[in-house]
């Protein structure tokens, strides 16, 4: 997975007649307990949000049916991985608890050396004690998010992959989605992109047009335009080129 399991856990669970729970408790070596949400794909569970490096104990509390006996509760104890090498240090200088909502802080972190490394960048998500619970390795560098649940509940992360491709990632699942600008047929894909009702993408993608100048000579401008495609990069609407819709 992306997010190589250093925040995340994944399990397995046999089971013939017992439902399987929609949250996992999940308990650190200082005693500090967590109830999370569990991703299930058949047998398969993951938990996402975890500090990385640290020794857990899951405690999973399996559902019984009608007329079944009492359901057991399983514990096992794992230990996530550690977070990238060259991924910087984090530290809290400032939590005001007064001004500040409650959750995780998502953001992407680049590398300036000594300008902005386009062949470097994460994701990542920290939470209220600035410790990571989750990132991703994007490889590239990142110019903006947004954070959106699908139909389904699971939370998605939009992005753009420097100024070339649309991506998605599902922190839960750890799929990833792309859609590059020359599919679309468009020149670039930058800064936010945005899911949009039926399962297309907004998306920012720059023009270059000719303008009128002084005596009648000719400028090269370069602009931006908003562009709704789908995954399959079929363009629908344009803010700019109409050319470009179906």
């Known amino acids: 997975s992306p997010s190589d399991l250093a925040c995340a856990l994944a399990f397995r669970v046999r089971h013939d007649t017992w439902t399987l729970p929609d949250r996992a408790t999940l308990t650190a070596p200082d005693g500090n307990e967590r109830s999370l949400p569990v991703h299930w794909d058949g047998e398969d569970g993951r938990v996402v949000g975890l500090h990385a490096d640290t020794a857990y104990t899951l405690t999973l509390e399996l ?14 104890t794992a230990t996530t991985g550690a977070l990238p090498a060259d991924l910087p240090p984090l530290a809290v200088t400032t939590h005001d608890t ?11 972190v680049a590398r300036w050396n000594p300008f902005a490394d386009a062949g470097w960048g994460y994701l990542i998500a920290v939470d209220a004690e600035g410790e990571v619970v989750w990132y991703w390795d994007a490889s590239v560098l990142t110019l903006a998010f947004h954070v959106e649940s699908d139909d389904d509940g699971v939370p998605w992360v939009y992005t753009s992959d420097f100024v070339s491709t649309a991506v998605a990632v ?10 590059d600008a020359t599919t679309a047929g468009i020149d670039t894909v930058h800064h936010e992109v945005r899911p949009m009702p039926g399962g297309g993408l907004a998306v920012m993608s720059t023009e270059l047009r000719q303008v009128g100048g002084f005596d009648g000579e000719s400028l090269n401008i370069v602009g931006d335009r908003l562009i709704e495609v789908s995954w399959d990069g079929s363009v629908t609407t344009c803010t700019r080129d109409s050319t470009l819709a179906n």
């Open 170 to 179: 599902s922190p839960f699942t750890g799929e990833v989605r792309r859609l």
């Open 98 to 108: 007064a001004s500040a909502a409650g959750g995780i802080t998502v953001f992407p």
């Open 63 to 76: 559902g019984a049916t009608d007329g079944d006996p009492e359901p057991p509760i399983l514990e096992a």
